[in-house]
């Protein structure tokens, strides 16, 4: 789950990190008001949860309230990479002297977090990490020790910051370090870390990715997610407990067990055919779930075929193929469906199907074959 900007240096900031003084909002009014008590000179930022909001118009330097509102209004009526912008950040605007990378993930060839940073942050880091790796340090921290001074200066050195800067820089990577360990995040980043025109840090920009399957310990960050946000399946497969990932192509396919799922699109592509999704609907999944699943996939405009792949353990291929039935009815499938069934209740699952007009398949190498050819 992704945080906003807004949301992330709050919670920075509550691990010491100074962020510049601002507030949401979500009309031109309040952004004026906003900029009027912050003394006028402000950024006006989009918060959508993609990255390269200032390379796409949606970061923008007011002088005046006045502006602000317009700028705002401006911004709201923006789509940022297919996300309408629903809500601007009004931050007190800084003088940037210098701006600095800095940001911790989880590296899980040496099963550290590791921080990265850079001199050349800002807009271009990607840029950079391309024509210019020597720029880009890792510093990789013991978990089971944490975050240490000498860390820290290593990574001060490397980046030859000037020594004033290094208690400040130490405090902010200790608060972004707290920040990620305490939230449970995949990812905590600021950029751009910015030196400005007297001397001070400020984390101008933040992004935090939290791990989904550690939220359940953290009520406070789950309520922060923001459904505007999220597409309609995603919110749907959620509800349901289904995990599923929208791809690019043609070929719907729900299947039990994640490895099962992961094996079967890579037989549909062997076949020639590209999976429209990951979906695996897990371990005892009943007629509703099987239900909500189909619902999601015929969502697909790209759509061509369907491919039911099921291995019956503690899933009973009965209860399946009542799902597909009550979908069936209810969302009207109007493209070919193939169904390869295995395991517990097999035959009465298939007896369900009988009548049901669909192709079925014994192994899976058949279903994908059938499959592929289905949607051609
Ligand atoms: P992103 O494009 O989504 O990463 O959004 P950022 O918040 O990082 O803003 C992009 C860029 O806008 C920054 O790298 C800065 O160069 C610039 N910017 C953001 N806030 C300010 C500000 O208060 N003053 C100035 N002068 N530039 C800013
Ligand atoms: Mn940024």
Known sequence: MKLHEYQSKALFARHGVPIPKGQVASTATEARAIAQELGGRVVVKSQVLVGGRGKAGGIKLAKSPEEAEALAGQILSMTIKGLPVRKVLVDEAADIRKEIYLGITNDRS???????????????????????????????????????????????????????HWKAFSAIAMGLYQTYVDTD?????????????????????????????ALFRHGDLAEMRDL??????????????????????????LVNGAGLAMGTMDIVKHFGGEPANFL????????????????IIVA??????????????????????????????????????????????????RRLLA????????????AAQKAVAAAK
């Open 300 to 349: 697909e405009p790209r759509l061509k075929a369907i491919l039911i792949n099921i291995f019956g353990g503690i899933t009973r291929c009965d209860e399946v193929a009542r799902g597909v039935i009550q979908a069936m009815k209810e969302v009207g499938i109007t493209v070919p469906m193939v169904v390869r069934l295995v395991g517990t209740n097999e035959e009465e699952g």
């Open 185 to 213: 995040a995949t990812l905590a980043e600021i950029n751009p870390l910015v030196i400005n025109g007297d001397g001070r840090m400020v984390a101008l920009d933040g992004k935090i990715d939290l791990d989904d399957n």
């Open 355 to 366: 009548d049901a007009q669909m192709i079925t398949a014994t192994s899976l190498a058949d």
């Open 110 to 164: 040496t099963r550290r977090p590791v921080i990265i940073c850079s001199s050349e942050g800002g807009v271009e880091i990607e840029e950079v990490a391309r024509t210019n790796p020597d720029a880009i340090v890792r510093e990789y921290v013991d978990p089971l020790i944490g975050l240490r001074d000498y860390n820290v200066r290593n990574i001060a050195l490397a980046i030859n910051l000037d020594r004033e």
């Open 228 to 253: 505007d946000e999220e597409s309609p399946p995603e919110t749907e497969a959620r509800k349901y407990g289904l995990s599923y990932v929208k791809l690019d192509g043609e070929i719907g396919c």
């Open 280 to 295: 695996d609907i897990g371990g005892g999944a009943g007629a509703d779930k099987v239900t909500a699943a189909l619902r």
